[in-house]
T-cell receptor, first 114, second 112 residues
Framework: NAGVTQTPKFRILKIGQSMTLQCTQDMNHNYMYWYRQDPGMGLKLIYYSVGAGITDKGEVPNGYNVSRSTTEDFPLRLELAAPSQTSVYFC?????????????FGDGTRLSIL | GQQLNQSPQSMFIQEGEDVSMNCTSSSIFNTWLWYKQDPGEGPVLLIALYKAGELTSNGRLTAQFGITRKDSFLNISASIPSDVGIYFCAGQFSGSQGNLIFGKGTKLSVKP
């Protein structure tokens, strides 16, 4: 019962470095999402995907890129890390079967940019 | 960006107390969800509501989808120590590809 798996769990980056946050799900869900959670705030949508090869911007996409080459994987890329991107990042997926199927979340990646 | 108004922001409970929290929005949603987040973990779904007026229970938890479709509440009866955590409401618009709008959370702590 792996569900949604995110790696790494923690990472510290220097300003200007790049990295990829990994997300994989084993539930064959078509829909996948990336959120960020800042201290004391709810989650905000960065990017989402409705299936392999299809991605779209969410509320806060600037500074990030995504790709979806397979159903299972939805990596999030930071090209030039900035202090404002210090946050906890959550990946989620949901079943396409019924439109309002709820999202299932991974345990997050805690990212600090120094 | 749009965000839900969730209250209270935090509350302290003693074991056995009932707890109530709510979310309001200026927008109409077709789905309301309630999640719980424990430290170091991702949100876990507690209750999903799909129809205006719907009242749904999950053990000691009860949630309702407001008639106006602009609000929802979550009640926890006879709280226990493991209820501590952060509770988030989330709303979903019709036709939004399942994208969620989250409240800022209600942090539940145990009274010393």
């Amino acid at each position: 019962n792996a569900g949604v798996t995110q790696t790494p769990k923690f990472r510290i980056l220097k300003i200007g470095q790049s990295m990829t946050l990994q997300c994989t799900q084993d539930m064959n869900h078509n829909y996948m999402y990336w959120y960020r959670q800042d201290p004391g705030m709810g989650l905000k949508l960065i990017y989402y995907s409705v299936g392999a090869g299809i991605t779209d911007k969410g509320e806060v996409p600037n500074g990030y890129n995504v790709s979806r080459s397979t159903t299972e994987d939805f990596p999030l890329r930071l090209e030039l890390a900035a202090p404002s991107q210090t946050s906890v990042y959550f990946c989620a997926s949901r079943d396409q079967g019924a439109f309002n199927q709820p999202q299932h979340f991974g345990d997050g990646t805690r990212l600090s940019i120094l | 960006g749009q965000q839900l108004n969730q209250s209270p922001q935090s509350m302290f409970i003693q074991e056995g107390e009932d707890v109530s929290m709510n979310c309001t929005s200026s927008s109409i949603f077709n789905t309301w969800l309630w999640y719980k987040q424990d430290p170091g973990e991702g949100p876990v779904l507690l209750i999903a509501l799909y129809k205006a007026g719907e009242l749904t229970s999950n053990g000691r938890l009860t949630a309702q989808f407001g008639i106006t479709r602009k609000d929802s509440f979550l009640n926890i009866s006879a709280s226990i120590p493991s209820d501590v955590g952060i509770y988030f409401c989330a709303g979903q618009f019709s036709g939004s590809q399942g994208n969620l709008i989250f409240g800022k959370g209600t942090k539940l702590s145990v009274k010393p």
